[in-house]
T-cell receptor, first 113, second 117 residues
Framework: DTGVSQDPRHKITKRGQNVTFRCDPI?????LYWYRQTLGQGPEFLTY????????KSRLLSDRFSAERPKGSFSTLEIQRTEQGDSAMYLC???????????FGPGTRLTVL | AQKITQTQPGMFVQEKEAVTLDCTYD???????LFWYKQPSSGEMIFLIY??????QNATEGRYSLNFQKARKSANLVISASQLGDSAMYFC??????????????FGTGTQLKVEL
């Protein structure tokens, strides 16, 4: 069990560019979450997958954001036409169907210049 | 909507002393779960302890214990025998049901703990 991994760990991009992040959950975990954490705040929920189905999206997830989990394993989060307000830490978490605590990855820190 | 309040932006404690980090919550649900996570400067969220709303005893995990007072809607984290490695950001969180069947976590704003020699 290698834990939840995320790639890249850091991303610096210019405003208007598209970026994509990847999350690999713990292998037997069928539920996967994306959170966003801005400076001085706790993480905020963005979206949730059960297997390959995206079952819930926060209103924080604007039309520029899209997430996928095509085979029910890894997930990607894409941000199109990035804005400076998108600068944040993007955290992925996974959990089994019966588990109580979510296991978090190390996060991807995005800086939009 | 559920809400978590952490009123201590920063706390200092001397090594080997105990420290209490405050957390209050607001929910209309009868069944809920409360969590504490630790976030070092590296960024990863590390699960520390869980308390279910129907658990009769306060949760304990090694040096961590949760002082759960249901009527006051508080779930304070107590860290005993503080160590330098305990210096980190600490978040209180509540599990909230999603319509799709899963649960999301709602976090407070965190408390930055600094352990001093």
């Amino acid at each position: 069990d290698t834990g939840v991994s995320q790639d890249p760990r850091h991303k610096i991009t210019k405003r208007g560019q598209n970026v994509t992040f990847r999350c690999d959950p713990i292998s037997e975990h069928n539920r996967l979450y994306w959170y966003r954490q801005t400076l001085g705040q706790g993480p905020e929920f963005l979206t949730y997958f059960q297997n390959e189905a995206q079952l819930e999206k926060s209103r924080l997830l604007s039309d520029r954001f899209s997430a996928e989990r095509p085979k029910g394993s890894f997930s990607t989060l894409e941000i199109q036409r990035t804005e400076q307000g998108d600068s944040a830490m993007y955290l992925c978490a996974s959990i089994t169907g019966q588990g109580k605590e979510q296991f978090f990855g190390p996060g991807t820190r995005l800086t939009v210049l | 909507a559920q809400k978590i309040t952490q009123t201590q932006p920063g706390m200092f404690v001397q090594e080997k002393e105990a420290v209490t980090l405050d957390c209050t919550y607001d929910t209309s649900d009868q069944s809920y779960g409360l969590f504490w996570y630790k976030q070092p400067s590296s960024g990863e969220m590390i699960f520390l302890i869980y308390q279910g709303s129907y658990d009769e005893q306060n949760a304990t995990e090694g040096r961590y214990s949760l002082n759960f007072q249901k009527a006051r809607k508080s779930a304070n984290l107590v860290i005993s025998a503080s160590q330098l490695g305990d210096s980190a950001m600490y978040f209180c969180a509540m599990r909230e049901r999603l319509t799709g069947g899963g649960n999301k976590l709602t976090f407070g704003t965190g408390t930055q703990l600094k352990v001093e020699l």
